[in-house]
């Protein structure tokens, strides 16, 4: 395999090049570190968002969905911790306006100190003594634009969910233990924002907050870290490149007293995608007394009242988008031949099987269109009737597409038609009335 960097490089051109992910607003110099998803990448994000969707509210009984707004009471970020903790540790050159995390390991001193140089102009002394920086995004609501106006684009959705708790109780009668789902948009101010997708200003979550009578809550947690290490590996991630890390006392979250990352091995090393965090009754206290209002659970069996714990499942579509590229680029050799796949699991792979014409005369591209036509009511397809057959195919191979099928001559005569697998290469003929089916088994395999 190519070097670390290069891979990163070498996808971010394909990635690119093919339509998975361009930079924001690109025509005018690029938005630092927000991305947008094109034709391909968004079929892949929304194959891995609903099949989380699935995973988590409707194979479970227990689980319920919500859709809560970016936009929040300011109070509720008071109530979280993230006004007052929320922040990083940030240094300025006085000499360039370079901004800095105080940790940056380039700086060479202690900033604020005579000796202390800046990592990008070389002065010394230049650098200020760190300053917290807090990292959430602020806006105003409202023509005003003053304090009292003040509202914030959520650093993350799970506090959508702790304040709408007992609406979804109470509205869809669940009993604890039960759990509430969300996808949304996040955003954060990061400072040492990079590595294409992994780090981004805007992002999208998807996180469960599972409420639990508090004595069961470790119980729960280890269920719920298995789990999701499951999920992962069901969307085809190599195993061996996945790892839990368990947090120090020095890396716990301000309301976590336990927490475990799942981590991939990325070209840039091993790295967080996911959170499984115990949060205790930390964020519903915190809102009990922030709000005045009571979030207590009533035990409708035991009368006991209690205010739950929570154990929290966090991931970023955007993050497992990256997870699931670098997992599944492939360099190799074929017949003398290099090409590059991208090897998706058929269930989040963007488009799920390519129709070709092998020619474009002799009834060939009527009958590939009358299947493709059929296909695509089913699921995502795609026609390509230009180029070398070699080329469409490597054309597919770099989209992930798990299926090739091709109209040649025999299919004139006998109706059936090739199906080529991206993953082996081999090739048999399937009757073409009965492809939707045969390839629906596989999808769903
Ligand atoms: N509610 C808990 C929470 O937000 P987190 O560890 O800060 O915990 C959870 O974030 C997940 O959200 C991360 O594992 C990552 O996948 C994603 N995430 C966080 N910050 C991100 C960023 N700046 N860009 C992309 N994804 C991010």
Known sequence: MPAANSVMEKLVSLAKRRGFVFQSSEIYGGLGSVWDYGPLGVELKKNLKERWWRSMVHEREDIEGLD???????????????????????????????????????????????????????????LTAPRMFNL????????????????????????????NYLNVQQSSRQKIPFGIAQIGKAFRNEITPGNFIFRTREFEQMEMQF????????????????????????????????RFHQHGKDELAHYAKDAYDIEYEFPFGWHEFEGVHNRTDFDLSRHQQFSGKKLEYLDPETK??????????????????????????????????????MRFHPGIAPIKAAVFPLVNKDGMPELARRIFDDLRGRFNAFYDDSGSI????????????????????????????????????????????????????????
């Open 68 to 126: 809560a707004a970016i936009l929040m009471h300011p109070k509720v970020w008071e109530a979280s911790g993230h006004v007052a903790g929320f922040t990083d540790p940030l240094v300025d050159c006085k000499h360039c306006k370079n901004r800095f995390r105080a940790d940056d390991p380039r700086i060479k001193g202690k900033p604020g100190e005579p000796d202390a140089q800046c990592p990008v102009c070389g002065s010394r002394g230049t």
């Open 136 to 163: 959430m995004f602020k806006t105003f609501m409202g023509p005003v634009e003053d304090a009292a106006a003040l509202v914030y684009l959520r650093p993350e959705t799970a506090q959508g969910i702790y304040v």
């Open 211 to 242: 409420f639990v009578k508090p004595g069961t809550d470790s119980e729960w947690f280890e269920f719920w870290k298995a789990q999701r290490m499951e999920w992962h590996c069901g969307l085809g991630i190599r195993r061996d490149k996945l």
């Open 304 to 341: 006991e009242r209690f205010v739950p714990y929570v154990v929290e499942t966090s991931v970023g579509a955007d993050r497992t988008a990256l997870v699931v590229l670098c997992d599944a680029y492939h360099e190799e050799d074929v017949q003398g031949d290099q090409r590059v796949v």
């Open 390 to 445: 070699g080329r469409r195919y490597r054309r597919q191979d770099e989209a992930g597409t798990p299926f090739g099928i091709t109209v040649d001559g025999q299919s004139i005569s006998d109706g059936s038609v090739t199906v080529r697998d991206r993953d082996t290469l081999q090739q048999e003929r399937v009757a073409a009335e009965r492809l939707g089916t045969f390839l629906a088994e596989k999808l769903t395999a």
